[in-house]
C-alpha cells in the first residue's frame, strides 16, 4: 500500500475516534449548564376517553389540556380515544389505559363478572371520583294521563339504539319492572325517536342521557308531552337494592317546555378511574388539580354537562373500591 493509503486510513481513523471524543465532551458540557433533570424521560399516563366528539373523550382531552395538568414536571397525561365505558374498563384493567371514563354500572358488573356474554373480573380498575350523571328520561304524550311505567302496556316505545347504552338500561328497567314484553319496542335513536313521536307513531320515548336534551326539545315544540317520574316505580320495586349504582336525580321544572314541575329519576355515574398500580401520589395529585374551584370551572367551560362536578359530589355513584390516592383525598375534603 502506498503513502497516500496509508495516509486515508490514519484519517479515518482518528476521525472514527474522535466523533465519540467529542460526543463526551459535549455531553459534559451541556451537563453544566442545563438542570439536572433535563436529560430525564418524564413518565406518561394514558387517560382513555370515547368516540370523537362523545363526552367520554371531552373529559380526557379536557384534563390533558388543564394548564395545571400540563404543566406537571414529573409526567405527562395523554387523551386516547376508545369505543368506551367497556372498552376503557378493560384497557385500564390490562394496564394499556392508565386513567379512563367507566360507567357505575359497567364498573360494578365487571368487577362481579355480570358483564353480558363476558364472565371475567376486572379487578384492577379503581374509582376516583365522579364526573357526570346520565339520568334515565321516559317521555310520554300528555294525553295519555300516564303517571306509572304500568299505564304504558300496549304502548309504542321508542327505547335508543340497538346495543347502545340507553337501549341496555331501557331493557333492564322494563324487565324488571314486568314490562319489556308488554310494550311494542322500537329500536331508534333519540333525534328519530323525537321525530317519530311528532308524527305521533311512537306514544312515548325513552333516553339516558343529560338533560337538557335536544331530542326532547324538539318533541315538546310540538307536542304537549310529560316525563313519568321513574323514582316512584323504582322506589318500589327493589331497584335501587338490586342495581345498586343507579342513584336518584331529580329533572327541575321548567327544564322543558310542558313539563313545570320537577321529575323525579334514576341515573349511572360516569367516573374517572384508574390502574390500581397508579402511584398513590399522581392520582392525588390529579384529584386536587381537576377538583380545585379553577379545575372544576375548566371543565365546565369545555361542556356544561359537569356543571355537577363538585366535592360535596365527588363520590356519587361510587359502589366499587376506591384507589387508596383517591380515598386520602376525599378523607381530607371531609367527604369519606
Known amino acids: 500500500m502506498g503513502a497516500a493509503g496509508k495516509n486515508r486510513i490514519q484519517h479515518a481513523m482518528s476521525k472514527k475516534h474522535l466523533t465519540p471524543f467529542l460526543s463526551i465532551v459535549l455531553l459534559v458540557m451541556l451537563s453544566l449548564v442545563l438542570p439536572s433533570d433535563a436529560f430525564a424521560v418524564k413518565k406518561r399516563f394514558v387517560f382513555g376517553g370515547g368516540p370523537a366528539g362523545g363526552t367520554f373523550q371531552i373529559v380526557a382531552n379536557a384534563i390533558q389540556v388543564y394548564k ?10 395523554r387523551a386516547q380515544s376508545s369505543a368506551g365505558s367497556i372498552e376503557n374498563l378493560r384497557r385500564v384493567n390490562a394496564g394499556k389505559s392508565d386513567f379512563a371514563v367507566v360507567y357505575s354500572g359497567h364498573l360494578y358488573q365487571g368487577r362481579k363478572g355480570m358483564l353480558k356474554h363476558d364472565p371475567r373480573t376486572y379487578k384492577k380498575v379503581l374509582a376516583l371520583g365522579y364526573l357526570y350523571g346520565a339520568p334515565a328520561q321516559l317521555v310520554v304524550r300528555k294525553e295519555l294521563g300516564a303517571s306509572k311505567i304500568s299505564d304504558l302496556v300496549g304502548r309504542k316505545i321508542g327505547v335508543g339504539n340497538a346495543g347502545s347504552g340507553a337501549f341496555a338500561n331501557c331493557e333492564l328497567f322494563f324487565t324488571h319492572m314486568g314490562m319489556w314484553g308488554r310494550i311494542e319496542r322500537n329500536a331508534m335513536g333519540y333525534n328519530d325517536a323525537a321525530a317519530a313521536f311528532g308524527n305521533r307513531q311512537l306514544d312515548a320515548f325513552w333516553l339516558f342521557t ?17 316525563l313519568l317520574n321513574l323514582e316512584s316505580d323504582a322506589l318500589k320495586s ?9 342513584t336518584k336525580v331529580t329533572i327541575p321544572g321548567g327544564t322543558y317546555r310542558g ?8 341515573q349511572d355515574s360516569a367516573l374517572w378511574v384508574a390502574n390500581a398500580d397508579v402511584p398513590d401520589d399522581v392520582v392525588y395529585r390529579m384529584l386536587s388539580l381537576v377538583y380545585s374551584k379553577e379545575g372544576i370551572a375548566h371543565m365546565v367551560s369545555q361542556k356544561k354537562t359537569f356543571r355537577d362536578m363538585s366535592i360535596e359530589n365527588g363520590v356519587n355513584g361510587i359502589v366499587t373500591p376506591m384507589h387508596p390516592g383517591a380515598l386520602k383525598f376525599w378523607k381530607e375534603k371531609g367527604v369519606l
Open 238 to 246: 327493589g331497584f335501587y337494592e338490586k342495581y345498586p349504582y343507579f
Open 210 to 226: 343529560a338533560f337538557p336534551s335536544g331530542a326532547v326539545i324538539m318533541a315538546s315544540q310540538t307536542n304537549s308531552i310529560d
Open 68 to 77: 395545571p395538568v400540563k404543566n406537571i414536571k414529573e409526567f405527562t397525561v
Open 259 to 266: 313539563v313545570d314541575e320537577d321529575r323525579h329519576s334514576f
